[in-house]
């Protein structure tokens, strides 16, 4: 079955980086655009960045463009998001997501938290 699994959330304080990463299984992964999604405290879930399935191309929600960096490793079946320049604004849990026969999939999520 369909297995994501989100590491490398924790607390950073401004200004800080995290490496987010994704380990999937259960699907042909290479084949798969990856999204990485966050949920803000008290907000709908909302994309941050995707990456298709070759890696080639991505893009990112305006209010993290030029501070994350989506990527993915296709034979450690792996996508990444390395977050630079972190603001307390970017505070979520944030999931990756694919879409597998038209369904989507989710991680269960890791935590971010920026403050001081």
């Known amino acids: 079955q369909v297995q994501l699994v989100e590491s490398g959330g924790g607390l950073v304080q401004p200004g800080g980086s995290l490496r987010l990463s994704c380990a999937a299984s259960?699907?042909?992964?290479?084949?798969?655009?990856m999204s990485w999604y966050r949920q803000p405290p008290g907000k709908e879930r909302e994309l941050v960045a995707a990456?298709?399935?070759?890696?080639?191309?991505?893009n990112y929600a305006d209010s993290v463009q030029g501070r994350f960096t989506i990527s993915r490793d296709n034979v450690k079946n792996t996508v990444y998001l390395q977050m630079n320049s972190l603001k307390p604004e970017d505070t979520a849990v944030y999931y990756c997501?694919?879409?597998?026969?038209?369904?989507?999939?989710w991680g269960q999520g890791t935590q971010v938290t920026v403050s001081s």
């Open positions: 259960g699907f042909t992964f290479s084949r798969n655009v």
């Open positions: 997501k694919t879409r597998v026969a038209l369904n989507d999939y």
């Open positions: 990456i298709t399935s070759a890696g080639g191309l991505a």
